[in-house]
């Protein structure tokens, strides 16, 4: 089994936050990979050979390599569970696999022996990429800052060597190297990593800042109020890394009983062995009977009764959109009791976007015009909103005029010349104090703006005010009809996690149908709250797509990440992964895997019925070996076709469509 991520990866975060981690190795570089990739190309060669109607011991050479291809390394670990006096599925699996071999089922071993390899392989990926994410947070936080010392003096030093009380200066488009405050200075600081906000924010003399937020186009003097193992991006590393270790321990129901049923049917065939023969019969019809009894009561079919219909349906969400990464992941989805929803980049789009032109009444100029000069004046800027205003520009079809004496005042706005007339954009609480004339209008504006969850931009041509932009994040188109049917399907509403302010979350709230708010949420209460809904025994989904989502999506039930929107850490630490952004699938998602749990039970009932009837058959009576192989093999074939009818697309369109 992989190394634990806590072991790996939870000492070297601590001590040295600054370290960088070399290129992702290829996944192709895990031992697991290897072997599962070889058994099953082996077993394929064997499949040729044995369809294709070749020589028997071809056939029988190429399966038998593939028992030890994919055997090994399981066989291994059962060897080891059992010195430690632990009988687990793993060791059943290869020996049911040489059972079967024994009595001429080698292809039927074989199938079993690559399923085993496949799921652990699967398992060694998710491990490592999640680990490799983990660690690749730490490239946020820079390795370098710059100290003040007690006479002003600049000293590069490294970050993990900053002390608390330690002054550093962060320059125009440099990380923060340390949670702290800021003691002088002004600018716009990008701190979506840390609290999913879409927009910078203005940071001032008395402003908490945090590691690894990337500053804007003014200088900051932050006094380092932590340490660097400390600090909140550290802490989003550990509490990945824990909620990580926790949810490895989960399993497949049937695999919650491999304990009580491996040791019952072994204990069942050594004394079915024994007992006739100290009983005086013949050696060879009890090891018959004996061997007959353990390929009719071996857990192939309930195996197989549970893994096609999961591998089913992760194979149909696949083709529609939605990555799940294990059956594990798909069999949880479908017990999901309570959904939970980032804001930015998960239920709206993450980029702001110019939402409305407010034209004042004196401004005699048309709101193409206003936003043509507008468009002008940000074009050289690098800041959100600008870009904003001027894609808005582009999208209407409006031509950009060149700007001259371009100035930008970090927490203030633009202002520039064009045409021949100054033009400035910026927050109200700078334009507007130097205006009269207009003022109250404006404010008015301002005021509704903000109650609708926009940000408000003032724009002065001349030094007088016409017009105000609403600025903000586009909600997804489907994000509303998502939450309805989510609402339907679990029977509880949805609620709603975010790092963002309470006006703006309960403006997005009222948009989708949401009533639950939790907003100002840092990573760690996103986290807090998620162990709290679980605490009252809900089964947590949670969607999302920041750095700061990473530790509440490993702590839920399941995780659910943005593929599109979403960042390398939470696309690795997540369960499964929309690949489009398409919100209507989660709810199909839920309903699919629901489906796929009633065909397991399905097929359980099946499989264990024929078990049984086999069974009391070979212990009342006289099973004939080949009966017995027949039985078994037909029953494995009858669970197997009917997990892949999930397979069919419109299994998919029900899911999606009807919500259940």
């Not at 058994?39 to 028997?56: E, M, N, R």
Request: with cysteine.
């Amino acid at each position: 089994m992989p190394t634990s991520l806590l072991e790996t990866t939870a000492a070297p975060i601590a001590a040295t936050p600054q370290a960088r981690v070399p290129k992702r190795a290829g996944l192709s570089s895990l031992p697991e990979v290897r072997w599962a990739t070889l058994a099953t190309a082996l077993f394929a060669v064997g499949l040729i050979a044995h369809f294709g109607h070749g020589p028997a011991a071809l056939a029988w050479t190429f399966f038998l390599a593939c028992y030890a291809a994919g055997g090994w390394e399981p066989g291994l670990a059962g060897v080891r569970a059992l010195r430690g006096k632990t009988l687990d599925v793993d060791l059943l699996m290869v020996l049911a696999a040489i059972g079967a071999a024994a009595v001429g089922q080698v292809l039927d071993g074989g199938l079993l022996i690559v399923i085993f390899a496949t799921s652990g392989a699967l398992e060694a990926v998710a491990t490592h990429r999640t680990e490799q994410a983990v660690r690749g947070l730490l490239d946020l936080a820079p390795e370098q800052a710059t100290r003040l010392d007690e006479a002003g003096d600049e000293q590069v030093v490294d970050a993990a060597n900053l002390q608390i009380g330690d002054v550093i200066l962060v320059r125009p488009g440099e990380r923060i190297g340390a949670d702290g405050q800021v003691l002088s200075g002004s600018s716009d600081v990008d701190q979506a990593t840390i609290t999913g906000e879409p927009l910078p924010v203005a940071k001032n003399a008395g402003d908490e800042v945090f590691a690894g937020t990337l500053n804007g186009t003014g200088a900051l003097r932050v006094r380092v109020d932590r340490d660097a193992s400390d600090t909140v991006v550290a802490r989003i590393v550990a509490m990945v890394e824990q909620a990580s270790a926790t949810k490895a321990k989960t399993q497949l129901f049937i695999e919650k009983v491999e304990q009580r049923y491996s040791i019952g049917m072994v204990t069942a065939t050594l004394l079915l062995f024994a007992i006739p023969l100290i009983a005086g019969t013949a050696f060879q019809p009890t090891l018959l009977r004996a061997m007959t009894f353990m390929i009719v009561a071996s857990p192939c079919a309930v195996v197989l009764a549970t893994m096609p219909p999961l591998l089913a349906a992760m194979a149909n969400a696949g083709r529609h959109g939605v990555l799940v990464k294990s059956a594990v992941v798909m069999e949880q989805l479908g017990t999901t009791t309570q959904v939970a929803f980032d804001k930015t980049g998960t239920l709206t789009e993450g980029a702001p976007r110019l939402a409305e032109i407010r034209v004042l009444s004196s401004a005699g100029l048309a709101e193409n015009e206003i936003l043509a000069l507008a468009a002008a004046a940000e074009n050289p800027s690098e800041h959100p909103l600008g870009r904003a205003v001027v894609t808005a520009a582009h999208e209407a079809g409006l031509s950009i005029a060149h700007a001259e004496e371009f100035n930008a005042a970090p927490g203030r706005g633009v202002s520039a010349l064009i045409d021949g007339r100054r033009v400035e954009i910026g927050s109200p609480r700078h334009l507007l104090e130097l205006d009269d004339a207009s003022s109250a209008e404006a404010a008015k504006h301002v005021a509704e703006l903000e109650d609708d969850g926009q940000t408000a931009a003032v724009v002065r041509v001349d030094r007088a005010v016409v017009a105000l932009l609403g600025i903000a994040d586009r909600t997804r188109p489907a994000a509303a009809g998502a939450i309805a049917r989510i609402h339907a399907v679990t029977g509880t509403a949805p609620i709603l996690l975010t790092g963002d302010n309470q006006r703006a979350a309960a403006r997005l709230a009222e948009q989708v149908g949401i009533t639950d708010i939790r907003a100002g949420l840092l990573p760690e209460d996103k986290v807090d709250a998620v162990k709290a809904l679980e605490a009252q025994d809900q089964r947590v989904l949670l969607v999302g797509d920041g750095v700061n989502d990473a530790p509440a999506l490993a702590a839920a039930h399941t995780g659910i990440a943005m593929g599109r929107a979403g960042s390398d850490l939470a696309l690795d630490t997540a369960d499964a992964v929309i690949m489009r952004d398409d919100l209507a699938t989660v709810p199909a998602v839920i309903a699919l895997s629901r489906r796929a749990r009633r065909v397991v039970t399905a097929n359980l009932v099946i499989a264990g019925t024929i078990i049984a009837a086999l069974v009391v058959w070979d212990l009342a009576g006289h099973l004939p070996l080949p009966l017995g192989v027949l039985g078994h093999e037909g029953s494995t074939v009858i669970v197997g076709l009917n997990g892949l009818r999930l397979l069919h697309a419109s299994v998919w369109r029900k899911a999606l469509i009807g919500g259940r």
